[in-house]
C-alpha cells in the first residue's frame, strides 16, 4: 500500500497543528460556533444528537495492522470501545470530545491516516473494490488510480468549495463492486483492442433525494490525461452546478439538466485546454505510485481445505472469496452479527483482525461498501487458523451476502439529519430472518436501510430496501425493490405506503417466502424479482400491515 | 411546558439549561418555561457560546420530551435505543 513521504507527512502535522489552533479559539471564545463550523467539518468533525462523531478516512478502504491497531486504541482511549464502519469504506467514532481531536488526530496521522475532506464540498475520500488487487476477475488493480486521484485531490485549493460534496469511484474488474455508477464520477478500468489500460469514464450518479444512475461520456481515457481529464470535469461542475439551491447542487442534476451529451461536450471543450498541460500523468510517476500495490504470492500454493468442521465449511463457502493468485483467498469478515448494529466492531475485535492480518494475510485489511472487513490476502493453508481467529473475537459470521448481512445508516440513534431510526430495524430484521430459516433458504439478498432521504445506507441500490420516514412524530418505513450495486446498477421501485416500524420484518420474510415459492430452479432473488416485477411482492408485503 | 437544550461545546453532549441560568444534564433540573419565558431564555441561552452549541427550544410533556420530536429528543436524553450492540456484536 501506500506509504507517505516527508511531504505528506509535514502536509498532516501543519494541518493538525491548524486544526489544534482552532479548537483552542473555539472553546476560549475567539470564534463563534458559525467561524468553527466549517473549519471542524473540513476536518471530518460533526455534532450529532449526543456528541461529536470524527469520520476517519480509509483511502480506497485500505489499511494494515497498525492502522487497524490505531483504531481501536482510538476507540478505546477516547470514544466508548467501538468504532463503526460505513458504506464509503470510512470509519466514525460516535463519542469523541471535541477537546480529545487533536490529540486523536495526531495518533491516526502517526499511522498515515487522517479525518481530512471526510465532510464539507470537497472531493471525498476516494473509494474502490475492496478486492482491488486481489480478484479473480480484475483487470488491473484500481488502487494506483484511487491514490493518484487521492493525491491530485487532497487539499486542491480549485476544489475545497465545489457547489456540493463530490464523490469518485474506481473499479478495476469486471464486477464492479465500487460502485461506479452511483457515484458523482465513476472510473471503469478497461482495456482497449490494443491491450491498453484507460479508463470508462460515468457521471452523474448518486442517489439521496435525486437517486440517478451515472452516464458514459467518455469509453476509452487514456490514463496519462486521467487528471486533466478530471479537472475538466470538475471545472465544468463547479462553474455551472446549482449553488443557489442545496437539494439541485449535486453534479447529477447538472447532468441531468444539460444531458450527459452536452455536459460532456463542455467537459471536452475545457479539456483541450488543458490536456497537454501540467496534469498529464508521467509514465515515470504512474509506475512510481503503482510499485506500492504489488500482489503478494503463495510459494506453495495449496488447495483450500475441504473439511468435515460444519460451521467451517459453511463459512468458507459463504465468505471465503477466489484470488487471482493460486493459493490465496480472499475472506470477507462481517461485521452483521444477528440482531446488531451492522457496521459496529469493538477495539477488541479490531485488534484481533490486525493481529490476523499480520500473521496470515500480508498484513493488509479492507473496508467494504457493505459495512464488512476483508482480508484480501490469505493463504488457503492458513484458512483454518484465520477462521479460528474469527471465532474467538466473535467474528465469524457466516453471513457475507445473505439477508441478514444488511446495511444501515447510523439514523435517528445517532444522525442529526436522519428522520427515523434505522439500527433497531436492521436488528429486527435480522434476528427474524435468523430465526426463521430465510437469511440461509433465501441466498444472496441484499437490504439496505436508511433513516432518511439522504440514503448513506443506500436504500435505493438494495434488492429489498427501507427508507424511514417521520410523520407527525410517528416512524413509518417505505420499503423499495428491484434496485442493485453493479455493473446492472438500478434504483428501487417504491412499493406503496409505508409500513410502521415493527411491521416491517415480517413484511420482508413475507417478501422472501414468496419469491422461494415462485423462484425457477435455482434462480437468485433479485432476478426472480425483474422476471415478475415489484408488484408481485406487493401483497406479501401488505399482507397482514 | 418547554424547556432549552443544546450541545455542551467540549464533548457534544446533551445539555438543558436550569432556571438559574446553568447547564445540566439532567432533564429534571431544567428550567420548565412558558411560552412568553421560552424565547427570552432561549436569547440568553444563545449568547453562551463558550458552553452551549445550537441551544434549541423542545417541548415536555409530563417532565418527557414531547411534540412531534418526542422521539428524537427521547433518543437525545436516554442515548441510542440500540442497546449495547456494540457488545452484542462481541457475544
Known amino acids: ?30 470564534l463563534t460556533e458559525d467561524q468553527f463550523k466549517p473549519l471542524r467539518l473540513m476536518n471530518g468533525v460533526y455534532l450529532q444528537l449526543h456528541a461529536y462523531m470524527l469520520r476517519v478516512a480509509i483511502p480506497y478502504g485500505t489499511m494494515n495492522s497498525a492502522q487497524m491497531r490505531t483504531l481501536a486504541g482510538i476507540a478505546r482511549d477516547y470514544d466508548r470501545g467501538y468504532g463503526h464502519f460505513t458504506t464509503r469504506q470510512n470509519l466514525q467514532y460516535n463519542w469523541p470530545a471535541l477537546v480529545d481531536i487533536p490529540d486523536i488526530l495526531d495518533r491516526l496521522a502517526a499511522v498515515e491516516m487522517h479525518a481530512i475532506q471526510t465532510s464539507g464540498n470537497c472531493i471525498r475520500n476516494v473509494t474502490a473494490d475492496p478486492f482491488a488487487g486481489a480478484a479473480a476477475d480484475e483487470l488491473e488493480d484500481g488502487r494506483p488510480w484511487a491514490e493518484i486521484v487521492r493525491q491530485w485531490s487532497s487539499f486542491h485549493p480549485e476544489f475545497t468549495f465545489l457547489p456540493r460534496k463530490f464523490k469518485i469511484a474506481v473499479n478495476g474488474a469486471t464486477a464492479d463492486r465500487a460502485g461506479i455508477r452511483v457515484h458523482d464520477i465513476g472510473l471503469q478500468v478497461v482495456k482497449n483492442d490494443a491491450g491498453e489500460t484507460g479508463f470508462e469514464v460515468w457521471v452523474g450518479g448518486g442517489q439521496g433525494r435525486t437517486p440517478r444512475l451515472g452516464q458514459l461520456i467518455k469509453p476509452f481515457l ?57 496534469l498529464k500523468l508521467p509514465v515515470e510517476e504512474i509506475a512510481r505510485i503503482r510499485a506500492f500495490f504489488g500482489k503478494p504470492q503463495s510459494p506453495t500454493p495449496a488447495p483450500v481445505p475441504v473439511t468435515e468442521n460444519s460451521a467451517f465449511a459453511r463459512w468458507l463457502d459463504r465468505n471465503r472469496r477466489d484470488h487471482s493468485v493460486e493459493g490465496l483467498s480472499s475472506l470477507v469478515i462481517s461485521l452483521k452479527p444477528i440482531g446488531g448494529t451492522p457496521g459496529d466492531i469493538t477495539d477488541a475485535q479490531m485488534d484481533a483482525v490486525a ?146 416500524g415493527e411491521d416491517v420484518p415480517a413484511a420482508i420474510a413475507r417478501t422472501l417466502e414468496t419469491y422461494l415459492d415462485i423462484r425457477a430452479g435455482n434462480e437468485r432473488f433479485i432476478d426472480t424479482l425483474r422476471r415478475v416485477g415489484p408488484d408481485a411482492f406487493k401483497e406479501a408485503i401488505y399482507a397482514e400491515a | 411546558m418547554k424547556t432549552v437544550t443544546a450541545n455542551r461545546l467540549t464533548d457534544g453532549r446533551v445539555i438543558y439549561r436550569t432556571a438559574n441560568g446553568d447547564w445540566t444534564t439532567d432533564l429534571a433540573d431544567a428550567a420548565r418555561l412558558d411560552s412568553d419565558q421560552a424565547d427570552v431564555v432561549l436569547g440568553l441561552a444563545s449568547t453562551e457560546n463558550r458552553i452551549a452549541v445550537g441551544a434549541y427550544l423542545i417541548e415536555l410533556a409530563d417532565d418527557l420530551p414531547g411534540g412531534q420530536k418526542w422521539r428524537r429528543e427521547g433518543i437525545r436524553l436516554a442515548g441510542p435505543t440500540t442497546g449495547s450492540t456494540h457488545t452484542a456484536a462481541v457475544a
Request: hydrophobic share 40%.
Open chain 1, 355 to 500: 493481529d490476523l492480518a499480520e500473521r496470515h494475510a500480508f498484513d493488509e485489511i479492507r473496508a467494504t461498501p457493505d459495512q464488512n472487513l476483508i482480508l484480501p490476502h490469505v493463504r488457503n493453508d492458513a484458512l483454518e487458523a484465520v477462521w479460528t481467529g474469527l471465532v474467538d473475537a466473535g467474528l465469524a459470521i457466516a453471513n457475507a451476502g445473505l439477508a441478514t448481512d444488511i446495511v444501515a445508516c447510523p439514523g435517528l440513534d445517532y444522525c442529526n439529519l436522519a428522520n427515523a431510526r434505522s439500527i433497531p430495524i436492521a436488528q429486527a430484521i435480522s434476528n427474524l430472518l435468523d430465526e426463521t430459516g430465510l437469511s440461509e433458504k433465501a441466498g444472496d439478498v441484499t437490504i439496505k436501510i436508511d433513516g432518511c432521504i439522504n440514503a448513506c445506507g443506500h436504500h435505493h441500490v438494495a434488492h429489498i430496501g427501507v427508507l424511514g420516514v417521520d410523520k407527525r412524530g410517528e416512524e413509518f418505513y417505505q420499503i423499495t425493490l428491484g434496485g442493485a450495486f453493479g455493473v446492472d446498477a438500478a434504483i428501487g421501485s417504491i412499493i406503496g405506503k409505508g409500513l410502521a
Open chain 1, 1 to 30: 500500500m501506500y506509504t507517505y513521504d516527508t511531504y505528506d507527512h509535514a502536509m498532516l502535522a501543519d494541518r493538525i497543528a491548524e486544526f489544534r489552533d482552532q479548537v483552542e479559539r473555539r472553546l476560549d471564545g475567539r
Open chain 1, 222 to 278: 487514456a490514463p496519462e490525461d486521467l487528471l486533466s481529464y478530471l479537472t475538466a470535469c470538475l471545472r465544468v461542475y463547479n462553474q455551472h452546478g446549482r449553488r443557489d439551491n442545496l437539494y439541485k447542487a449535486r453534479i447529477k442534476i447538472l447532468v441531468e439538466a444539460l444531458g450527459a451529451e452536452e455536459y460532456g461536450r463542455q467537459v471536452e471543450d475545457e479539456w483541450a485546454a488543458i490536456r497537454e498541460g501540467e
